[in-house]
């Protein structure tokens, strides 16, 4: 992961990342980002306290443009 977000840096300096080791930690970000909209998510399917899969179909919930 941090691979990718130091790819993401170099090639794209004004993105913001959220950066959440556990599925809580994600679903918090999710959450209290309504000022700043996620363009993207990135998560691993195997978080130590759930199914990232599971986090990205929930936050598809109700927004009919995320793809």
């Not at 599925?23 to 996620?38: D, G, Q, T, W, Y």
């Amino acid at each position: 992961a941090l691979l990718a977000i130091n790819y993401l840096k170099r090639w794209m300096p004004d993105i913001n990342i959220a950066w959440a080791e556990t599925l809580e930690n994600a679903r918090f970000e999710l959450v209290n980002s309504k000022n700043r909209p996620f363009d993207i998510i990135l998560c691993d399917v195997n978080l130590p306290d759930g199914n990232g899969i599971n986090l990205i179909l929930k936050s598809a919930n109700g927004k009919p443009g995320l793809r």
